[in-house]
């Protein structure tokens, strides 16, 4: 659902399918709808549902001019056409995408972890913990200043996000 298993058309798979990470994975780990790869040269990769940034940036696979998803709050454009909520690849204007999409590329990370709707990593250069995605400051940490991340959806709202990694405050290194 919302791209996790790295497709939009279809709700759930019996099968296994590959996703196309760049480099060999290490690690995996998966949220509520996003999912994300460390590789062996140390880089994350994150696919899936991004409503709250839970891909490390604000991609979309459904992007319009202006780089956000198309507006679909006063439309029925995705649903009229086949009767069925899956024909948008993103579901009617939410952010996502079924392609892997780097988390700060040029960073190498040593772990990473995901929760509901938010991901962190234990990054090589300093040893902090970094965390992005979440809807809630409690999450990220009590500190985290969200900005608005805006979907365009009548089924997904805007919400409150943190959609690129920040470091968590107060833990040591």
Same mark, same amino acid.
Request: charged share 25%; hydrophobic share 30%.
């Given at each position: 659902?919302? *791209?996790?298993?790295g497709r939009?058309?279809?709700?759930e798979s019996?099968?296994?399918?590959? +996703?196309?990470?760049?480099?060999?994975?290490? !690690? +995996?780990?998966?949220?509520? $709808?996003?999912? *994300?790869?460390?590789?062996?040269? %140390?880089? +994350?990769?994150?696919?899936?549902?991004?409503?709250?940034?839970?891909?490390?940036?604000? @991609?979309?696979?459904? @992007?319009?001019?202006?780089?956000? #998803?198309?507006?679909y709050r006063?439309?029925?454009?995705?649903?009229?056409?086949?009767?069925?909520?899956?024909?948008?690849?993103?579901? &009617?204007?939410?952010? *996502?995408?079924?392609? #892997?999409?780097?988390?700060? #590329?040029?960073?190498? $990370?040593?772990?990473?972890?995901?929760?509901?709707?938010?991901?962190?990593?234990? @990054?090589?250069? !300093?040893?902090?913990?970094?965390?992005?995605?979440?809807?809630?400051?409690?999450?990220?940490?009590?500190?985290?200043?969200?900005?608005?991340?805006? &979907? %365009?959806?009548?089924?997904?709202?805007?919400?409150? *996000?943190?959609?690129?990694?920040?470091? +968590?405050?107060?833990? #040591?290194?």
């Amino acid at each position: 659902y919302r *791209c996790e298993l790295g497709r939009c058309r279809s709700a759930e798979s019996a099968r296994a399918h590959r +996703i196309a990470v760049p480099g060999r994975v290490v !690690d +995996i780990a998966a949220g509520y $709808w996003h999912a *994300c790869a460390r590789t062996a040269e %140390r880089r +994350i990769f994150c696919w899936g549902n991004n409503t709250a940034g839970q891909l490390g940036s604000l @991609a979309t696979v459904n @992007a319009g001019p202006d780089g956000a #998803p198309p507006d679909y709050r006063d439309s029925t454009n995705g649903r009229a056409t086949t009767g069925t909520r899956y024909y948008d690849p993103c579901f &009617n204007g939410g952010r *996502c995408s079924p392609t #892997p999409v780097e988390v700060s #590329p040029g960073r190498r $990370w040593g772990a990473i972890a995901l929760g509901d709707d938010h991901a962190c990593a234990l @990054a090589d250069d !300093d040893g902090g913990i970094y965390c992005w995605g979440g809807s809630e400051r409690m999450s990220l940490g009590r500190d985290m200043r969200l900005m608005r991340c805006e &979907n %365009r959806s009548p089924e997904w709202k805007d919400e409150q *996000c943190q959609p690129t990694p920040v470091r +968590i405050l107060g833990l #040591p290194a």
